[in-house]
C-alpha cells in the first residue's frame, strides 16, 4: 500500500508505533469484557433474566437508542449474510443439513454453493465483510436479500436477534461475547430483548474477529490511538488454497513417494496504480514530474523550428544521448514552441534541450530539469554531459 490522499482504499495508521493495515485486514485492540464461559450460570452472569419488550415501530440502532434512552455499544446487531462457495465444514451446523454441495473431486474438501448465516457484533460496529468472508472460507458474502431475511428469522428486517434463532449458524464477533446485559432483535415484529447475556440465553457457532477496524480504535501492537489515511494497493497476494490444484487434478510426488495437492497462490502487481501514486506524489499545476527511474524518457528535446542547423543539432543530440544510454523523445511536430513546452511540462519528462537559432548562433542550447523554474545555456556537448551524469546518479 502506499498513502495518497486520492487513493481508492482506506489505511489505519499507528499515531504511536509503525502498525499501518487496509482497513479490510486491519486489527485493533479489544476494547470489551472478556469472554464469559458458555456454561454461566444466571448467578455467575449476575445480570436480570432476557425479557422480551415491546418496541413499536422501532426497527434501526438509533431509534432503539431513543426508545430505551441508552447507547449503542448496549445492542446486539444481528444481520443475516448469504455466502457463495464456502469451503467452511457446515456438516454439523445448524440448519445446513440440506445444503447444495458444489461438485468435488475424489478426496478435495467439501464445499457448498450457497449458506447463509446470522452475523452478531456489538451495535456500534460494523461487519467487515472481508473478514467475514476469510473466516468463511467463502468467494464472497453479502446481506441476505428481505425475503431471506424474513424466512430465516420469522420476522421483518430489523428484529433479528441471537435468542431463540435455530435455522442458520450464528457467528458472533468478539466483542459480542462480553456482552452480559444487552438489547437484541426478538424475532418478532416490534419486538426486543433486554437483559441477554452470551452462554446463557443463545451460543454462537463460531466467533471470530469480523469488526471493521476504525479511526480512534487502539492498535494492536501498542495500544496507540489509530488514525485513517487513504492509500493506494501496488501489490497483493492471493492464498488460492487448493481450489485449482484440486479441479485440474495437480499432484506431486513427496520423497517419499507420496502424492500430494500443492496449495497455489499468486501475486501481482498493478502497474496503473502504481504509475497514478507516483504521479500523485510528483507533479505540478503543469503536469506530471517523472522521477528518473520511471520516465518514459531521460528527455525530451524541442526545436524551436525543426529545420537547418537547428534540426541538424538536435540529430546530432538525440544520437550522442543515446550513445550514453540516455533515452531521447525528439518532439519534431510543426508546432508552436509555446505548445511544445506546454506539452513537455505536461508529459513531464525529467530534462528538456530547447535548441534555436538566436542561441545556437553563439553555440548554445537551453538545458532545464523538469522540476526548475529556470534554464540554463550550455553548449550542446556540456549538455549531454550534464544529463547523462544525472541521470546515472
Known sequence: MVESDIGDNTLLLCKSCDYAANVEKAECKPDFIPRPSPENTQDEINTPPAEKIDTPEVKTIEELCAFLKTDAKSFIKTLIYKAVNVELDLSSAVGC???VKNPTA???PVS???AFFAVAIRGDLDVNETKLAAVL???EVSLAAEADVVRITGAPVGFAGPVGLESVPIIIDHTVTGMNDAVTGALEKDKHYKHVAYGRDYNAWLTADIRTVKAGDSCVHCGGELYEKKGNELGHIFKLGKKYTDSMGVSYLDENGKSHVPLMGCYGIGLD??????IEEHHDEQGIIWPVSVAPYHVIIIPIKYQGSVQETCDKLSDKLEEEGIEVLLDDRDERAGVKFNDA???GI???IVVGDKNLANGMVEAKRRNEKEAHLVSPSEAVTEIAA???M
Do not use: F, Q
Not at 273 to 278: C, D, P
Open 106 to 108: 475424489p478426496g478435495a
Open 350 to 352: 525529467p530534462w528538456r
Open 345 to 347: 511540462d505536461l508529459l
Open 390 to 392: 544525472a541521470v546515472k
Open 273 to 278: 496504480r502504481t504509475l497514478a501514486s507516483i
Open 112 to 114: 457448498y454453493s450457497e
Open 97 to 99: 443439513k440440506n445444503l
Open 137 to 139: 472460507k467463502a468467494a
